[in-house]
């Protein structure tokens, strides 16, 4: 196999790993770039294994069918950071370009590293701690005071594996759960073992932030505006991009922190960072992602180059897009399962709004589950976020927004 500064962009094969709608999004971000992506998914009417023709379906702890899949590929990227970083380091060892490499992508599968990662960067960080038992988070609560959050460093996701401990009486609930089956799996215990417990401070905060940065293997790096998200029950609902109240200095700030973060890490693809604003306008780091970002969703329709593109771009080693909006406003709004079971069926009374994009991932509706997003690009913040949130109000059974 060529290395890949020497092979035509045709004749890139980019293999993703993780069948969700990051991937199924990525598929059409690579049509017009003629890219070709292969996948392994978790099974055959994922939501990318719907839109991608090259699927193959295996589980992404399963070196056998991750190394299998590797040999017919180019470069390898992912649409969820939960593989074993053990099995990454053994094909990157073996010659495959793993984008991002493990060591980078550490910081976004374990907390902990990352959180150690963010001190030594001198980062902003809430106070944090491993704690080996419910003793040890109890003296973690009497130090920073009650309530604090308790994470697993590994393997939750949309706010599972995260806990608000409200004093001394919960404190044994992260490490039951982590003992129990809805902690890691065996295969994931076996590859990648030291699944601890985390414990930060409670932040008080008045908003969420995202920032998101594509990195070339070389350095070349692009930031994209600030997004103001919100977030419920962990889980992303709306973005607001650019966020707004955000002055330009303290953005070019946190954009600038951004890009120090991916260039220390040696990210390659989409890293996002996910911030919480405190009250007095100061920043802590929530969490990391090096992927394509729920966050970033509203550059499909709002920026010169979504953040698919420009993730595809860098895993490919292509010069990059630029990052900026094409609207005064975006507002992105997730359309999660609700009473409406017939997405296709309610798109007429949505589409009726020219300015609403729609896209629909092909998912079965469950409740809570993420199955779309809208997006509306406009000129104020008030009459887009209506715009977005009644498109998403009506796709999920609500009679208005």
């Known amino acids: 196999m060529l290395p890949l500064d020497c092979r035509l962009v045709a004749d890139l094969r980019i293999g993703v790993i993780g069948g969700g709608q990051l991937a ?46 590797a040999r017919d590929v180019d470069v390898l990227t992912f649409d969820h950071e939960h593989v074993p970083t053990g099995l990454l380091h053994a094909l990157q060892d073996a010659g495959v370009a793993v984008r991002p490499g493990p060591d980078a992508l550490v910081h976004a599968q374990d907390k902990a590293v990352m959180r150690r990662a963010m001190a030594e960067l001198d980062a902003p960080n809430p106070r944090w701690r ?28 949309d706010g599972k594996g995260v806990w608000r401990i409200d004093g001394p009486d919960a404190a044994a609930t992260p490490f039951a759960a982590l003992a129990g089956p809805q902690g890691p799996t065996e295969a994931q215990r076996e590859a990648d073992a ?134 005064p406003v975006v507002v992105m709004s997730n359309v999660l399962g609700g009473t409406n079971d017939d997405l296709l069926g309610t798109l007429p009374a949505v589409l009726a709004d020219p300015g609403t994009r729609v896209h629909l991932y092909g998912k079965a509706v469950k409740p809570g589950r993420k199955v779309g997003h809208v997006t509306v690009c406009g000129d104020d913040v008030a009459t887009t976020r209506d715009a977005a949130r009644a498109a998403s109000a009506l796709l999920e059974g609500a009679s208005d927004g």
């Open 24 to 69: 199924r999004m990525m598929q059409e971000a690579a049509l017009p770039l003629g890219l070709q992506l292969r996948l392994l998914a978790e099974g055959p009417q994922t939501s990318a294994a719907l839109a991608v023709p090259h699927a193959a379906v295996g589980d992404f702890a399963d070196a056998d069918a991750v190394t299998a899949f």
């Open 130 to 157: 491993v704690v080996a038992d419910a003793d040890a988070l109890v003296a973690f609560g009497e130090e920073t005071g009650w309530p604090v959050i308790a994470k697993t460093s590994r393997g939750g996701y």
């Open 194 to 327: 030291g699944v601890v417990i985390l414990a930060e401070e409670f932040i008080d905060f008045a908003r969420e932030l995202s920032v998101l940065v594509a990195r070339r293997p070389g350095g070349e790096a692009v930031v994209y505006p600030v997004s103001e998200t919100v977030q419920r029950d962990g889980i992303c609902h709306e973005t607001t991009t650019p966020a707004p109240g955000l002055p330009p200095q303290r953005a070019a700030e946190l954009q600038r922190l951004a890009l120090r973060i991916a260039e220390a890490l040696g990210v390659v693809g989409i890293l996002a960072v996910e911030l919480m604003e405190r009250r007095d306008g100061t920043v802590v780091v929530n969490e990391l992602a090096m992927r394509p970002h729920n966050t970033g969703h509203w550059s499909i329709e709002g920026a010169v180059t979504s953040q698919f593109e420009n993730h595809l771009r860098a895993v490919a080693d292509l010069p990059l897009g630029s990052p900026a909006p094409v609207a």
